[in-house]
């Protein structure tokens, strides 16, 4: 493997010698998913350059390539995978397994061969380098050796090298429904990296409904001090204790209404975190996390695609070498008796994910389920010592995020939470805090209102949907003539005709379907609808036609410069001495306004 520095070396040659391919389009077929395509080459030449956006060669020979622009699906995976135990982070979503998505370089005529290259390295790598992710605490990728890999800002995922084949089928991830836009590009030490560009990802269902459930009932300590009076249990072994906004003149504590990443602290509208009331399920020895929350009994029983607890750990928790011996057992009951079984545990396989950790987390980057004051692992909470901030823990306190698939096709009623077993040593401590159900969302047309048109100039009007993208089949009814759908982009576009203002307001049918029946056939095919209003103005005046009496004049000139000078200010006049539309009249609008004038 090279150095850096000849890493920095050959790329500067390859720049130099200008290896750059020429473009080559490839169709990609709708919602086809098979390989994200690294080779690239001109026509009949040699691959110089690394995977570019609108330049796409089928390098596998086996499935179709991925374009950037494509939708990625990610399905909910099935109740018994490894992959979606909590022990490992409780994964909800992901591709559909290591024959799914793949990355590819190594199959002739595309292949990244060391005979390209002169001379010759001994090896080379090709890495997938992380931009970005737009849901940070959301995705990962799980290598082909069966290790998660957290991929944080800037990093690199190797993939392959000279001898490994090129062939390789990583699983993507997310936890929660929706999309997930990953920024990223083809890395190398040998060869030309590629340009930056975009894939979307999508989990099916694509929408889901977070649902807080109020597990208040179950609440045996007030584990968060909430204020100068308030004596709450210790968290910690030293005393330490969580903290609430406003305490001692920090912000940094937890939220005063107890809402974060979606869960609801202290039950409905954050009450229980208030004064001595009570807030969490503790186990300390004493106390036991030993209890069971009916759900029907509270009116919360319901279908969920998935569960999530939000919990924390004081003390010290072992990697040891497979599964850790912490462990939270859940039992999971439906409303026809049948039980799911999960245990949230400690797990050594890559630090970052495993759901019961300690509390205290100086270590970057923080573990991918911890769940900090912006949702995610960036910012952490403070705590308390009992009279101040502990200012020798900095604000690096987190919870975890603990989550499960359930079995969508059945109703959940019962939740019932097992004796904490304290580790080997029997002295950690554990504390469920809040629980949330993800139900699936239905597809719905979200667009409530259409922009005033105006009959004889052109417009456009994107209708917007939430559900399983991408959305198709759009229709609409009722537009008045001049105006059409597209159908596949949701998009109104065109002129309104002569005389339609005359019709205004027009009733507007829009329709749509999404993609959820085509990326997973259990789900049935989704239709939504929705009554939208559009009303189409007469047209206005001609530019430079200030006062509007049909002709450009004298006239128009004495009121175009009074509205430059400022001494006229009517306020119909100054819109219409704006000629270029830029929000205000000025010297840019005289050029328009004199060939308007001639």
């Not at 202290?266 to 009916?294: H, I, K, M, Q, V």
């Not at 909470?381 to 502990?390: E, I, K, L, Y």
């Not at 603990?402 to 077993?421: C, E, Q, W």
């Not at 006229?568 to 306004?593: C, E, H, K």
């Amino acid at each position: 493997m090279y150095s850096t520095l000849r890493h920095l070396i050959r790329r500067a040659a390859l720049r130099r010698a200008g290896l750059l391919a020429a473009a080559l389009a490839f169709p990609c077929a709708a919602h086809a998913q098979d390989h994200l395509v690294v080779g690239q080459s001109p026509p009949g030449g040699t691959p110089l350059k690394l995977f570019t956006d609108g330049v796409l060669i089928g390098a596998s020979g086996h499935g179709p390539s991925v374009a950037t622009g494509q939708i990625i699906p990610l399905l909910r995976i099935d109740l018994v995978s490894a992959y979606g135990r909590p022990r490992r982070g409780g994964f909800l979503f992901s591709t559909s397994g290591f024959s799914g998505l793949g990355l590819d370089y190594s199959t002739p005529p595309y292949d990244l061969s060391l005979a390209y290259l002169d001379p010759a390295p001994p090896n080379f790598s090709v890495a997938l380098h992380r931009i970005g992710y737009d849901r940070p605490a959301e995705f990962a990728i799980y290598n082909p050796s069966g290790v998660p890999q957290m991929v944080e800002e800037g990093q690199e995922y190797s993939f392959g090298d000279a001898f490994n084949g090129g062939h390789v089928h990583p699983l993507f991830f997310a936890k929660r429904p929706g999309q997930i836009a990953w920024d990223m590009q083809f890395t190398s030490d040998a060869w030309i990296d590629s340009d930056a560009y975009r894939f979307t990802f999508t989990t099916v269902p694509g929408r889901g409904l977070l649902t807080p459930i109020n597990m208040s009932s179950l609440f045996n300590a007030d584990l968060v001090d909430s204020s100068t009076t308030d004596t709450p249990t210790a968290f910690a072994a030293g005393g330490q204790r969580w903290l609430l906004n406003g305490l001692y003149g920090t912000a940094a504590g937890l939220p005063v209404n107890g809402q974060l990443a979606g869960f609801q602290l202290g039950g409905p509208g954050g009450s229980g975190l208030a004064g001595s009331n009570l807030n969490a399920r503790f186990d300390n020895g004493t106390l036991s996390s030993a209890a069971t929350l009916d759900l029907i009994a509270t009116g919360q029983a319901a279908a969920f695609i998935g569960i999530e607890f939000l919990v924390a750990g004081a003390g010290t928790f072992p990697a040891p070498s497979g599964d850790g011996p912490d462990i939270l057992t859940v039992t999971l009951t439906y409303s026809d008796n049948s039980t799911q079984t999960e245990e949230i545990r400690i797990r050594s396989i890559q630090y970052a994910y495993r759901p019961i950790d300690d509390w205290q987390q100086a270590a970057t980057p923080r573990p991918w389920m911890a769940v900090g004051r912006s949702g995610d692992r960036a910012l952490g909470f403070a705590r308390s010592t009992g009279s101040a901030v502990d200012a020798g823990a900095g604000e690096n306190t987190f919870f975890f995020r603990a989550s499960m698939p359930l079995n969508s096709g059945k109703t959940l009623s019962r939740i019932v939470f097992a004796d904490y077993n304290g580790g080997t040593a029997g002295t950690n401590r554990i504390a469920i805090f809040a629980a949330l159900g993800i139900r699936k969302g239905d597809l719905e047309i979200t667009t409530t209102s259409l922009a005033n048109a105006t009959q004889g100039q052109p417009g456009t009007a994107p209708i917007a949907a939430l559900g399983t993208p991408p959305f198709k089949n759009w229709m609409a009814s009722g537009l008045p003539a001049g105006l059409s759908i597209d159908a596949a982009t949701g998009v109104i576009s065109g002129t309104p005709a002569a005389g339609t203002a005359a019709g205004s307001p027009y009733s507007v049918t829009v329709s749509c379907q999404d993609s959820i029946h085509d990326f997973d056939p259990g789900y049935p095919v989704e239709n939504d609808s929705a009554l939208l209003s559009l009303v189409v103005a007469a047209p206005g005046p001609a530019p430079g036609d200030i006062d509007g009496d049909g002709d450009v004049d004298a006239a128009d000139l004495g009121l175009f410069v009074g509205v430059l000078l400022k001494t006229q200010t009517n306020p119909t006049y100054v819109t219409r001495s704006d000629m270029n539309q830029s929000g205000a009249a000025d010297g840019a609008d005289i050029a328009l306004f004199l060939n308007a004038l001639l």
